[in-house]
């Protein structure tokens, strides 16, 4: 292929991911309720947003369990990155499998799982179930950031620190850490956008009385295409192009 | 008392799928500088980590000056490490680095202060307090590892192959700083190589391993000049290997024949008649004459030069000899001698002044 | 040290604990259910047996199945044809903004599938921004019905997963040692034998992790159908959220479950033997 083609190509593509998204958000602008035709730009889609308490309070359980579940799996994923590359265990290489069949197995698998799993504890579905679950899907993926981060490091800093005198813990918490926080934070980033953006499991493990943005926005979607839904979409949207900027722009930093 | 500050006593160790140590029986004294030298995998490299504490042994014991430190884990041994590559901090500068181990301890921050001053002034690295690793030179990096190791006053100083990732001519400074640390420290440095150059350079004794036992404990001289088996002759340095048949022997004296010749040699370690043994000799303790240059060729062999490499100081000849072996001689530059530019296919004569050479045992 | 060892304990402990609560406990609750029969009152009964296995050879869910599979191994197809070159040209490219073209890709790999789902509804409408592109351009005289058919649902899933085979393809492409490539070429091999003989067997692991990452979710992503496909088009995912929540018919759903899990180990014994042989290509994940 020459230059041209490549280029083409590439354009082909990324105009493939790209326009269908433009469109939406070109048009969470249009000032007109269903019509194809641009009728002047207007913020009042971004307005009604803001003004349905409904979906604030959505908003807001999206938000808070996104960031406590985010934040449980990051500690517990670091955990497991940092355990499997230091220690000797029984069943470490089933750990390690475990994680990477969690991360490639279907969601609606874990889904159905987790509620038959809630079902017999009879555990209501509600937050806590959302949160549980969360943390668990999330999980796998900061142990593998973080792993692949650690896995690149000389294993002597850790003897070294241990000839010293550290603890296991005064290493996680002064060696590990340190070295590790783009990953851990690209880690947290990674969980936050996963849990605010899942759909198939929150759907079967949360209740009616804890509504969440995906499936808000799922139950919105299936009565068609409406402006609101565009400028709610973009917002989102933008809520995860920064977070990507900023899990780059970290993870890079220390390359 | 004895002045051993650690003695090993008949240290083995196996990982699951393969031993690494038989046996090791070794004592080191206090202040020495010791060498383990060997080829990789010959267990050295285990060796040290035993004596740290990252390892245990499988069997025999341990002790540090006079105690057994068998379970004692490595921080709580007086013996610290300068590891392979150093195994710096790259998140932490130089004074951070160096303090790590103090800070440990939970030593009051002013002694912390003038402490770490006191070590990085040591090793001449006192204004380079707030750099990071990666904005240190290769030799300024491995002070840090030793000012990092020494500030915990070790009694014990391991140091894990530290040059290997050095230019040659970094390595030779390295080789002389870390010389004249260790007599300013006036503490024990265990140094593994597998450069022998090194190792002779440096050490006050060295100890020869291969596949994980202890093939000789010396001085660099002994193990250079008095090797105790062809594995530690062929290890350090080139050697010339001849088979020997033993003619007659006393006490004092052997008759042997080497390469249809007849020899005279001194009887060192009570060899018998009809003994096949080798003699060892040394590329340079060969000498080499043209055909002009010599009478009596009688204790001489004829050669073929097959190879000249010159090497500036000396010129190194491969030899052939009628019956086909191949011998190196290394020849040097003087004065009295100014014939050394030999020529492809010359024939020479081969000698070397008898008591010079080394006769070891046939091995099984 | 003592503490040491208390720590590492505590800390294995923790990760067992969770996982074999959430992770091995649950999966085998999914086993058991769909040997048990459904309930009439309560949500199974317990009694142990096959039936919900014979059920599945039944031809409806034998119709879905193969359809599923189908559609699945289809949007599979297409990404691997679309997205290997495309990772070619970008792991191998030496413009400058190559860290930017990679970042580009990142994006849609984090953007929520449901609104990327959505963004494709709104062009494929009757009255959306594709017919009426192509009207306006003269190429139909009529508006195209895209939306509610096969051919949708093949465009969300190949949109929403395409990235999902980029990203590993990419990293696998990007280890690949072009000195290889020149060796080859230095023999005599042509182009095609490069690609063939050097090219394909290497990135092999990444085509396999790729095909997984968007094979199993093809099967399962039931709000693609749901919004793309109307009740056409029915996916695995599709089959057991109904068995769930709408038939009630929990041991069913969950031996749908099962085949997936078992297709999903199938295709987990494949990539580990290709990684086998290029040991580096592990950690592609």
């Known amino acids: ?255 | 008392m004895s002045n051993n500050l650690i003695e090993i006593r008949g240290v083995s160790k196996h990982f699951p799928d393969h031993p690494v140590l038989h046996n090791i029986n070794l004592e080191i004294r206090n202040g020495e500088f010791l060498t383990l030298l060997g080829p990789s995998g010959c267990g050295k490299t285990t060796l040290l980590r035993l004596i740290s504490g990252f390892e245990e042994p499988s069997s025999g014991a341990i002790y540090l000056d006079g105690k057994d430190i068998a379970g004692i884990p490595p921080h709580q041994r007086h013996v610290n490490t300068v590891f392979q590559s150093y195994a710096l901090f790259p998140h932490m500068d130089v004074f951070d680095n160096v303090a790590f181990g103090l800070r440990c301890k939970g030593i009051a921050k002013d002694e912390v202060e003038q402490r770490v001053h006191e070590v990085l002034r040591m090793v001449k690295l006192d204004t380079f307090l707030r750099r990071k690793p990666h904005q240190l030179s290769g030799g300024q990096q491995q002070r840090v590892a030793i000012a990092r190791a020494v500030i915990n006053k070790p009694l014990v100083l391991l140091l894990d192959e530290p040059l290997s990732s050095l230019d040659y001519r970094l390595r030779k400074t390295m080789q002389i700083e870390l010389k004249q640390l260790q007599k300013q420290l006036g503490i024990t440095f265990i140094f593994v190589t597998h450069d022998q150059e090194e190792a002779l350079s440096m050490s006050d004794r060295v100890v020869v391993m291969h596949d994980g036992e202890i093939q000789q404990i010396g001085t660099p001289r002994q193990v250079y000049e008095e090797p105790d088996n062809l594995q530690v002759a062929k290890f350090i340095g080139e050697v010339n290997i001849f088979e020997t048949k033993v003619l007659a022997a006393d006490d004092k004296q052997l008759q042997v024949e080497i390469e249809g010749k007849l020899f005279t040699l001194k009887n060192r370690r009570k060899y018998k008649a009809e003994q096949t043994l080798y003699t060892l000799v040394r590329p340079e303790d060969l000498q080499v004459w043209s055909p002009s240059e010599v009478n009596d060729t009688e204790t001489m062999f004829s050669a073929v030069v097959e190879e000249v490499i010159y090497k500036g100081c000396t010129v190194d000849l491969m030899l052939r000899l009628m019956s086909g072996k191949r011998l190196a001689a290394t020849q040097f530059f003087n004065e009295d001698d100014e014939k050394l530019d030999f020529l492809l296919g010359e024939a020479v004569w081969v000698h070397w002044i008898p008591g010079w050479e080394v006769i070891l045992p046939h091995e099984a | 040290m003592k503490h040491d060892k208390t720590f590492k304990f505590i800390t294995i402990g923790i990760i067992w604990l969770w996982l074999a609560i959430f992770a091995v406990a649950p999966n085998g609750l999914v086993f058991l259910t769909s040997l048990l029969q459904q309930g009439d009152n309560e949500l199974v009964r317990l009694q142990l047996t096959l039936n919900s296995y014979f059920d599945l050879f039944n031809t409806s869910y034998l119709k879905i199945f193969l359809h599923s599979l189908g559609l699945a191994g289809c949007c599979t197809l297409v990404c691997i044809i679309v997205g290997y070159p495309f990772a070619f040209i970008i792991a191998r490219s030496t413009s400058r903004y190559k860290g930017f073209l990679l970042f580009l890709v990142i994006i849609p790999f984090w953007t929520s599938s449901l609104i990327r789902s959505y963004a494709i509804v709104a062009m494929l409408k009757t009255k959306g921004i594709l017919n009426s592109l192509l009207l306006s351009l003269g190429l139909i005289d009529q508006p195209l019905h895209l939306l509610y058919s096969s051919t949708a649902v093949m465009i969300g899933l190949v949109y929403s997963l395409l990235p999902f085979m980029i990203l590993p393809l990419y990293a696998n492409i990007e280890k690949l040692d072009m000195r290889l490539i020149d060796a080859a070429r230095d023999l005599g091999a042509n182009k095609r034998t490069v690609l063939l003989k050097i090219i394909l067997p290497l990135t092999w692991p990444g085509i396999i992790a790729g095909s997984m990452l968007v094979f199993l979710p093809a099967m399962s992503m039931f709000y693609i159908p749901d919004l793309l496909g109307g009740a056409k088009s029915v996916l695995l995912g599709n089959l057991i959220q109904n068995q769930f929540l709408t038939a009630r018919n929990w041991p069913m759903g969950s031996a749908v479950s099962v085949m997936l899990t078992l297709l999903m180990g199938l295709m987990l014994m494949l990539y580990w033997h290709s990684t086998k042989r290029n040991k580096d290509a592990q950690d592609l994940l």
Request: overall charge positive; hydrophobic content about 55%; proline content about 4%.
């Open chain 1, 1 to 255: 292929m020459n230059r041209l083609t490549r280029i083409a190509y590439l354009a082909v593509v990324y105009l493939f991911f790209y326009f269908p998204i433009g469109v939406l958000i070109v048009y969470s602008f249009n000032n007109a309720s269903y019509s194809l035709l641009w009728h002047g730009f207007t913020l009042n889609w971004y307005k009604e947003l803001l003004s349905d308490t409904d979906l604030q309070s959505v908003a807001w359980h999206s938000l808070s369990v996104g960031i406590l579940a985010a934040t449980i799996a990051t500690m517990l994923g670091t955990l497991t990155a940092v355990s499997l590359y230091r220690y000797r265990f029984k069943g470490k290489k089933l750990l390690h499998g475990m994680i990477f069949v969690m991360i490639v197995s279907p969601d609606i698998v874990m889904a159905i799982s987790l509620l038959i799993l809630f079902s017999t504890l009879k555990a209501p579905l509600g937050f806590w179930t959302l949160l549980l679950s969360h943390v668990t899907f999330c999980m796998p993926f900061v142990a593998v950031t973080v792993y692949s981060r650690i896995a690149g490091l000389d294993k002597n800093i850790f003897e070294a620190a241990k000839d010293l005198g550290a603890s296991d813990f005064t290493i996680l918490l002064r060696v590990i850490i340190p070295l590790l926080w783009p990953a851990i934070l690209a880690g947290w980033l990674l969980s936050f956008t996963l849990s605010l953006d899942d759909v198939i499991i929150s759907f079967f493990v949360t209740g009616p009385d804890f509504d969440i943005l995906p499936l808000k926005i799922f139950s919105m979607v299936k009565l068609g295409v409406k402006p609101e839904i565009n400028a709610l979409c973009s917002v989102m949207f933008a809520l995860t192009l920064l977070i990507v900027l900023i899990a780059q722009l970290v993870l890079r930093k220390k390359q």
